[in-house]
């Protein structure tokens, strides 16, 4: 059974910088697209930042230029650097393939920005 495990996640004040990672058990995301999800308090789920087998990346509007997406398929591993985080960035993260697979989501890593 595959696995996904965010971390990095954590309380930081407006205009910080948080790196999340993604760790998987296997290598779902090694020859597919894979993403970064989020989801605030009362909201649906978004894509973040998605990233493709050959490097290719993509940003949501309200991160592009803050965000950056990347991926290490020897390990297995995805990671999103997040700077300037702004309070309307706090949620809970999450990785997955793109698009997302139901049985990848992991529990997510807690994202609060706050003075």
């Given at each position: 059974?595959?696995?996904?495990?965010?971390?990095?996640?954590?309380?930081?004040?407006p205009g910080g910088s948080l790196r999340l990672s993604c760790?998987?058990?296997?290598?779902?995301?090694?020859?597919?697209?894979?993403g970064w999800y989020r989801q605030a308090p009362g909201k649906?789920?978004?894509?973040?930042?998605?990233?493709?087998?050959?490097?290719?990346?993509?940003?949501?509007?309200?991160?592009?230029?803050?965000?950056?997406?990347?991926?290490?398929?020897?390990?297995?591993?995805?990671?999103?650097?997040?700077?300037?985080?702004?309070?309307?960035?706090?949620?809970?993260?999450?990785?997955?393939r793109f698009p997302p697979i139901r049985a990848f989501w992991?529990?997510?890593?807690?994202?609060?920005?706050?003075?």
């Amino acid at each position: 059974q595959v696995q996904t495990v965010e971390s990095g996640g954590g309380l930081v004040q407006p205009g910080g910088s948080l790196r999340l990672s993604c760790a998987t058990s296997g290598r779902i995301f090694s020859i597919n697209a894979m993403g970064w999800y989020r989801q605030a308090p009362g909201k649906e789920r978004e894509l973040v930042a998605r990233i493709d087998s050959g490097g290719m990346t993509n940003y949501a509007d309200s991160v592009k230029g803050r965000f950056t997406i990347s991926r290490d398929n020897a390990k297995n591993t995805g990671y999103l650097q997040m700077n300037s985080l702004k309070s309307e960035d706090t949620a809970v993260y999450y990785c997955n393939r793109f698009p997302p697979i139901r049985a990848f989501w992991g529990q997510g890593t807690q994202v609060t920005v706050s003075s």
